[in-house]
């Protein structure tokens, strides 16, 4: 194929894949911290979109982390000539008695699926779909507009009274949770709104 129809292609398959997911894929949205995307969505992306011209393959043997009974996995997620590596970890179980672990097999699964979803998003993949639950989701420098909110719902349009700058779903949930009535992102909360908050708590 021609460099330049290799490029236009890589560009369209990055566009479509890079696309917000439907709504309802993000998985533990009332949690922002927690807020994910399941990596079977990911695959059924990458199969609609790239078809044969993506693979996934697994780099080195499983690293056992026995101190923090955590598992590593290293994998490779190829679009037509771009390669992006993920690494991805798992907690293991051991057996109370004997300290053996009791599903290492599992683990390595749940690993090999983190590490692919990290290689996704260093394609960019997911990005507009959990921009609204990360602090970088509003950073400009992203190139992301975040315009659903949770579960897909209103748009996000809430900006700080001070310094303008859009907030987090965090900050708005800190606001709600703390009765703080005026929009303030967290620098620019006043002090004597969080001591008020401490003295009624």
């Known amino acids: 194929m021609d460099p330049k129809e ?18 309802g894929t993000v998985e533990n949205s009332d949690t922002p911290s927690r807020a994910s995307i399941p990596v079977q969505a990911y ?10 011209l993506w693979s996934w393959k697994t780099s080195g043997d499983p690293i056992i982390y026995e101190k923090e ?4 996995i290293k994998g490779v997620l190829k679009i037509m000539d771009a390669e992006r590596e993920g690494i991805g970890f798992s907690n293991i179980q051991r057996y109370a008695d004997t300290g053996k672990i009791m599903n290492l097999k599992h683990s390595i699964l749940s690993a090999e699926s983190d590490a692919l979803r990290k290689a996704c998003d260093k ?22 507009e975040v315009t659903e909110g949770k579960k897909g719902a209103s748009s996000i349009s809430v900006k700080c009274v001070k310094c303008n700058r859009p907030l987090t779903i965090e900050e708005i949930n800190f ?25 009624n708590s």
């Open 6 to 23: 290799s490029l236009v292609l890589y560009k369209t398959l990055i566009k479509e894949l890079t696309a917000a997911f439907p709504k």
């Open 43 to 52: 695959i059924n992306r990458l199969e609609e979109v790239a078809g044969n």
């Open 69 to 72: 009974d955590q598992v590593q």
């Open 175 to 199: 606001l709600k949770n703390n009765s703080i009535r005026i929009n303030f992102c967290k620098d620019d909360i006043p002090d004597q709104l969080l001591k008020k908050r401490r003295k």
């Open 123 to 144: 394609f960019r993949m997911g990005w507009k779909d959990l921009a609204p639950y990360r602090k970088w989701g509003s950073n400009p420098g992203i190139g992301i």
